[in-house]
């Protein structure tokens, strides 16, 4: 009785939150140990150290403990960074498969869409919007393609410090902002493979609902970790579906568009096309706390949004390190230094 009331508050307490988390720390650590597990062997090794790799499986939490921080200003950047309700964007008369990869020029886009359209949006509860994130669908595309930068700058210099003089001390201080970068980065990627998290769906369904899906506010919550929880799923038990991951083709686009952005969004909107079987499922009482441990089709949902979580975020990380360019000025500072020159 004890364990019931304290999920149930649990569940009240997420529920109510304006930010809404995605995966539990085990499930956002599930992600990031399944993406080392599908790195290809010639990655850099350092990853792969015990320490390392903990540390990244780690802080695929690191986000989420951010939001444990009362400030408001870290609140409101934190909170718009982990998705992005993707029905919003046709609400303000924009196409997801041609929206613009620049964070802010998209804000002021969304705005004057939001503006003009404003009768397709529901009104705002100014007391359910003490963050002021309400008025935006979220951010969770541009938060992954702004860390793959810069764990490409990362790689970068690393590469600098190790073949033009850097010392042991840089050399392992590059080592350990790729290590974090990384880890971090997962929590985000992780995010994307919630369903939940890439639809105005994300708490219950809203709206017309003429199948009857669920509008239980806990929903969310316990999809992200009670499940996982009471089914045993673990990341152990997944790494032998994972396939060695590929680079993700950053050939320039006739767009101009980021094509890390552009893979990310597409990643996002496949998890969306997630989100009415995922209601689908649940209105069979899959996901019944009484029925997770033996419930073969809820485990295998969840198991395969995390290992899809798992392969995109492997898939990233190859590509930020398969295409590290050349840190021209930190080189050339670096020959200075050993040349004696200031």
């Given at each position: 009785m004890k364990i019931a009331r304290c999920l149930g508050l649990t569940l009240l307490l997420t529920a109510t939150l304006p930010g809404l988390r995605a995966w539990d720390y085990e499930g956002h650590r599930i992600v990031n140990e399944l993406a080392l597990a599908a790195l290809p062997k010639d990655f850099p090794g350092f990853v792969r150290e015990a320490a390392n790799a903990e540390r990244i499986a780690f802080l695929a939490g690191e986000p989420d403990r951010w939001r444990n921080n009362p400030d408001l200003p870290i609140k409101q950047f934190n909170s718009l960074d982990h998705y992005l309700d993707l029905e919003q964007l046709a609400w303000a008369g924009l196409d997801a498969n041609t929206v613009t990869d620049l964070r802010y020029v998209f804000a002021v886009e969304f705005a004057a869409g939001r503006?003009?359209?404003?009768?397709?949006?529901?009104?705002?509860?100014?007391?359910?919007?003490?963050?002021?994130?309400?008025?935006?669908?979220?951010?969770?595309?541009?938060?992954?393609?702004?860390?793959?930068?810069?764990?490409?700058?990362?790689?970068?210099?690393?590469?600098a410090f190790e073949t033009a003089g850097g010392t042991p001390e840089e050399i392992a201080n590059a080592k350990a902002n790729i290590i974090y970068l990384m880890g971090v980065m997962g929590h985000y990627v992780g995010d994307g493979a919630q369903p939940l998290h890439a639809t105005v769906h994300h708490n219950g369904w809203e709206g017309a609902n003429p199948h009857r899906y669920t509008k239980w506010r806990g929903?969310?919550?316990?999809?992200?970790?009670?499940?996982?929880?009471?089914?045993?799923?673990?990341?152990?038990?997944?790494?032998?579906?994972?396939?060695?991951?590929?680079?993700?083709?950053?050939?320039?686009?006739?767009?101009?568009?980021?094509?890390?952005?552009?893979?990310?969004?597409?990643?996002?909107?496949?998890?969306?096309?997630?989100?009415?079987?995922?209601?689908?499922?649940?209105?069979?009482?899959?996901?019944?706390?009484?029925?997770?441990?033996?419930?073969?089709?809820?485990?295998?949902?969840?198991?395969?949004?995390?290992?899809?979580?798992?392969?995109?975020?492997?898939?990233?990380?190859?590509?930020?390190?398969?295409?590290?360019?050349?840190?021209?000025?930190?080189?050339?500072?670096?020959?200075?230094?050993?040349?004696?020159?200031?």
């Open positions: 503006a003009t359209h404003a009768d397709k949006f529901p009104a705002i509860d100014p007391a359910k919007n003490q963050e002021h994130t309400r008025e935006w669908p979220g951010m969770l595309p541009w938060a992954v393609t702004e860390y793959y930068g810069k764990l490409k700058s990362a790689f970068s210099y690393l590469k929903l969310h919550s316990w999809i992200d970790g009670g499940f996982i929880n009471k089914a045993g799923i673990n990341a152990a038990a997944l790494r032998s579906r994972m396939t060695v991951a590929g680079p993700i083709n950053v050939s320039p686009r006739a767009d101009g568009r980021d094509p890390v952005f552009v893979a990310t969004m597409e990643y996002l909107q496949a998890q969306n096309a997630q989100v009415e079987p995922l209601y689908a499922l649940e209105k069979t009482k899959t996901f019944k706390s009484e029925n997770a441990a033996h419930s073969v089709e809820g485990r295998a949902f969840i198991e395969g949004q995390l290992v899809k979580g798992g392969e995109m975020l492997a898939a990233i990380w190859t590509t930020a390190w398969r295409n590290t360019i050349e840190d021209g000025y930190l080189t050339g500072q670096l020959a200075k230094r050993a040349a004696g020159k200031p």
